[in-house]
Each structure stands twice: as C-alpha cells, then as structure tokens.
C-alpha cells in the first residue's frame, strides 16, 4: 500500500518549523481550543481557510463543503454551527464562497454528473430566482454573479436558522458575514450582508424577494 511519504515529510518539515519559531506552539494547541471565528467555506482545495485570513490552527473552527451551501437539512453543517455557537461560543460566523466556484459552474451547466447533482439542485434554484439577472450578464460574469447571489443565500439561511435565533433570542452577540475570494489576486470582499440581529436577519430575507435589489458588490470580478 501506497503511504504517501511525500506528504508525512512535509508534515515533519512543518512541525519542526512551527516549534523553531514558537516553541510553546503544539502545547498551546493540546489546550482547549478557543476560536473566536466559525469559517463556512467551499470545499475547494485553492481557498485554505486559515491561510487566507492569516491565522493559525486553533484560531478558526471550520466546516467545507461543495459550493458553502447552508442547509436546513445538512445536519453536518448544523451540527458543527451548533457546536461552534453554544460550545466553543464563537462570535462570527462567516460563509465565504469564491469567484469561479466549480459547484456554481456544475449547477449552472446542467450536465449529469452523479450524486452531487442533488446537492447543486439547491443552487439551481436560486438560479431560477435570480435568472433574469445573472442571464444578463455576459460570460464569466454570470458565473461570478452567481457565486455572490449564493453566498448571500447561505447568509439568509444561517439567519433563519434555530441554533443562531436561539442564541440571539438568549442576547448573545453573534456576527454573520458573507464574504467572496478572489483567485485570481488572494483578496477577500464583504458583500455587505451581515447579520447582527434576528431583525437585521429578517431585513435581508425581505431584500431577497426583490433580486433587483441585490446590487452588492462594486468590485470587478476576479476570476
């Protein structure tokens, strides 16, 4: 069987990095690990959670999926929201897609591709809601389009959800953001549609029936 020596090199060379620069690096992290940041991202290899915000291990709790879909019926996803929310009592909670998202681009083709269909039927249908928009845009653009519309969707989602109205309902401070990389320059942007109350939550599910409203990111897309 094949080992993968490669990769148990790199992870000695990393390890003997981490404690020449900070001796003390690995005991802090046995610890009880205390984030003050939930990360709901893509699964996407190019978009590495911790590296993009410079911070270390320990330092953001993180869940990855295909296009950062928030489900209500993903009980892994809700699983570590919770988690993260009531036990590690995170205070930000952000979904960040990416520009050139492959799930967006897979959704918005329609070709078969197997058991992930059902999970990008979620994106299809805000692309339904959304079609006379993003078909108004030409080529890459209506990709990218898409991936801020889903970001924003996923937002909407964590607003609604139990676990994050409990804990406003309780007076608890939480954040939500919904941010975009950018591949082609490593930068992230804040689509503007945080959430700090269930009233600010309720505000963005009512701008989400009006599409023509969602006129949000006044940066080029950098795919």
Not at 51 to 63: A, K, N, R, S, Y
Not at 85 to 102: A, E, F, P, S, T
Request: overall charge neutral.
């Amino acid at each position: 069987m094949r080992t993968l020596e490669k990769l148990f090199e790199n992870n000695r060379a990393w390890s003997q990095r981490m404690t020449a620069s900070d001796p003390e690096f690995f005991a802090r992290l046995v610890g009880q690990q205390a984030p003050d940041y939930l990360w709901i991202g893509c699964s996407d290899s190019r978009v590495p959670a911790n590296q993009v915000v410079g911070l270390l291990p320990g330092e953001v709790f993180v869940h990855r999926n295909v296009a950062n879909q928030v489900l209500h019926t993903d009980f892994n996803c809700l699983s570590v929201l919770q988690y993260a929310v009531d036990v590690l009592r995170v205070k930000h909670v952000i979904v960040c897609g990416h520009y050139g998202c492959g799930g967006v681009r897979a959704a918005l083709d329609g070709r078969p591709l197997g058991l992930i269909d059902h999970w990008l039927r979620h994106v299809q249908d805000l692309w339904h809601h959304h079609s006379a928009e993003v078909e108004a845009l030409d080529g890459e653009r209506r990709i990218d389009r898409m991936c801020e519309l889903n970001v924003i969707e996923q937002v909407d989602h964590l607003g609604r959800s139990g676990v994050v109205q409990d804990t406003w309902r309780l007076g608890r401070p939480l954040h939500l953001h919904g941010w975009i990389y950018g591949l082609a320059d490593g930068r992230l942007r804040d689509l503007g549609v945080g959430c700090s109350s269930a009233e600010e939550a309720a505000a963005l599910q009512k701008s989400l029936l009006r599409p023509s409203t969602l006129r949000l990111s006044t940066l080029p897309p950098t795919t």
